[in-house]
T-cell receptor, first 114, second 117 residues
């Protein structure tokens, strides 16, 4: 079974500051990990994914995440926040064969202060 | 390339009624999944369809059922609606091989927001 814990339901940073959104996972099999972003009244858009290749994954809009097996973490970072980054961010895990059942965290709402 | 489209975007039902939500998958995608996203929560997996058959199901009661059609579009049906069924229902599609889509990217629609009164 898999699970995801996102630390911090709300994160607020200033424009230009570092963005760090935390995600810890639990998985009984080697995990595949994802970060999705959700803008108001929209569906989910994939930011990046880890599928057992390079541990540092680069995604869209300047985001990246590092898979750390020893810490069971997959934190999302961006060096410099932009106003357009304000959204809800979800970490998700899947693994094992068969249907792609994504298990999502509760989400982190990112607010950017001017 | 047409993305995932869902209908209706919003609907209101009363407790005990039945609802059907529809999803057209992205061109070239043969696998459709449905997720329920309650307010302030992350999406929860309902089930997945591959080649018109259910090939995975989450922890949802049997009154949640689905269909996938030969053109890979899909329906989600919910019978005997309860207040807790109020949520955003998200459809996602991907291209799967033998139903194993673990490394594939899911493409989500914008969802159908259901309110049960």
């Amino acid at each position: 079974a898999q699970s995801v814990t996102q630390l911090g339901s709300h994160v607020s940073v200033s424009e230009g500051a570092l963005v760090l959104l935390r995600c810890n996972y639990s998985s009984s099999v080697p995990p595949y990990l994802f970060w999705y972003v959700q803008y108001p009244n929209q569906g989910l858009q994939l930011l990046l994914k880890y599928t057992s290749a390079a541990t540092l994954v680069k995604g869209i809009n300047g985001f990246e995440a590092e898979f750390k097996k020893s810490e069971t973490s997959f934190h999302l970072t961006k060096p410099s926040a932009h106003m357009s980054d304000a959204a809800e961010y979800f970490c998700a895990v899947t693994g094992g064969g068969g249907a792609q059942k994504l298990v999502f965290g509760q989400g982190t709402r990112l607010t950017i202060n001017p | 390339e047409t993305g995932v489209t869902q209908s209706p975007t919003h609907l209101i039902k009363t407790r005990g009624q039945q609802v059907t939500l529809r999803c057209s998958s992205q061109s070239g995608h043969n696998t459709v999944s449905w997720y329920q996203q309650a307010l302030g929560q992350g999406p929860q997996f309902i089930f997945q369809y591959y080649r018109e058959e259910e090939n995975g199901r989450g922890n949802f009661p049997p009154r949640f059922s689905g269909l996938q059609f030969p053109n890979y579009s899909s329906e989600l049906n919910v019978n005997a609606l309860e207040l807790d069924d109020s949520a955003l229902y998200l459809c996602a599609s991907t291209r799967g091989a033998s139903g194993n889509t673990n490394t594939g990217e899911l493409f989500f629609g914008e969802g159908s927001r259901l309110t049960v009164l």
